[in-house]
């Protein structure tokens, strides 16, 4: 299992624009992939999961990777929240 904390820098939080670019990538890798928030766990690769998570600018979120490629998926997800959010 990988890991990483982010905190959203953007205004908005996570909304439906990088959410559909967080899902989309999250897509691309077989391993399990989660975001953590507020004690919860959210599915990456759903939409509907991502954005009922209601994520503000401000708040750490843990990002979790586990599986076969979940080493690349690490790496793919941080440039896309680091690049979005």
């Known amino acids: 299992m990988k890991e990483f904390t982010y905190t959203i820098k953007d205004p908005e939080g996570i909304h439906a624009r990088p959410a ?7 897509k691309e890798f077989e391993c399990h992939t989660t975001l953590w928030a507020d ?3 959210y599915d990456l690769k759903k ?3 991502v954005m009922g ?3 503000a600018k ?5 990002i979790r990777t586990e599986g076969a ?3 690349k998926a ?3 997800l941080k440039k896309v929240f680091e690049d979005n959010l």
Do not use: F, I, M, Y
């Open 20 to 26: 559909g670019q967080v899902v989309a990538k999250a």
């Open 69 to 71: 490629d979940e080493d």
């Open 53 to 55: 998570a209601n994520v």
């Open 47 to 49: 939409l509907l999961s």
């Open 58 to 62: 401000g708040d750490t979120v843990v």
């Open 74 to 76: 690490e790496v793919a």
């Open 39 to 41: 004690g919860n766990e």
